[in-house]
């Protein structure tokens, strides 16, 4: 079984077939979907979505790209929502939280200085509940793991990861797990391909982020996508063979294994397929 660690479901390119999207997920072996909130907007969202489809899960968190908005309340609320959603067998961790410093709105001083507030509050939400968080790291690295390594015991996930090896490794000997996904699959994203071939098996987990970061073979993403090159988890399996080739290894192995990865680093995932 296949476990698509990050993908909105949520997403508005999802409403007009969202339970086929889950539907053929299902049927190319992909038995479980994690859902990170990004605002709280969108917590009941992913929470009802999770209650609805056996095989999805969720996190609660706010994305750096929502924090323009957001405000200390948005932190309380957070603070809430997850002390709540404890309860709740389909809730697996806070996310989606970072730092994105592409953006060149984000890179100001003034948001740069909200961002680090709101992910060092997320980060310690999380680590008061030792709950592992889900992180979004867009030229960021470096600053991420200054405020992780506050928090000793602190787990998770780096998605769509695309550091250096050397920020990889301060990463994994973290017990942090890196997500590979659709950005992997083109040839171009040589340092993406290097570090998904030479990465020990045991650090790896698989993700689609969808509708976001389509796969090679889907072409150029439409805006907004169509339903025929539209990025969803139903790709993680193609995702996976692509890792497979890449490492030399059986698919059926890289499957087992990235599945073991992420049931490791989210603990309270509770698996049905």
Known sequence: MLIDSHCHLDASEFDSDRDHVVSRALAQGVGAIIVPAVARYNFPLVAELAAQHPSVHYALGIHPLY??????????????????ALDDPKFVGVGEIGLDFF?????????????????????????????????????????????IRRHPDL???????????????????RGFKLGFGGAMTYTR????????????????????????????????????????NRNEPKELLAIAQCLAELRGEAVATVIKQTTLNVQSILPRLQLTN
């Not at 998770?156 to 490794?169: D, T, V």
């Open 67 to 84: 924090i323009a908005k957001a405000t200390s309340d948005d932190l309380v609320h957070l603070e809430h929502a997850v002390d709540h």
């Open 103 to 147: 953006v060149p709105a984000l890179c100001t001083e003034a948001m740069r200085r909200k961002q680090i507030e709101f992910y060092s509050a997320q980060l310690a939400i999380a680590a008061a509940r030792s709950l592992p968080v889900i992180v979004h790291v867009r030229r960021s690295v470096d600053l991420i793991t200054k405020f």
């Open 155 to 173: 787990t998770g996930i780096a998605h769509a990861f695309n550091g250096s090896w050397q920020q990889a490794q301060i990463l994994v000997d």
């Open 189 to 228: 994203a040589k340092q993406i391909r290097r570090l998904a071939t030479d990465l020990p098996a045991e650090s790896i987990v698989l993700e689609t982020d969808a509708p976001d970061i389509p796969p090679a073979w889907l072409g150029p993403q439409a805006t907004p996508p169509t339903n025929s």
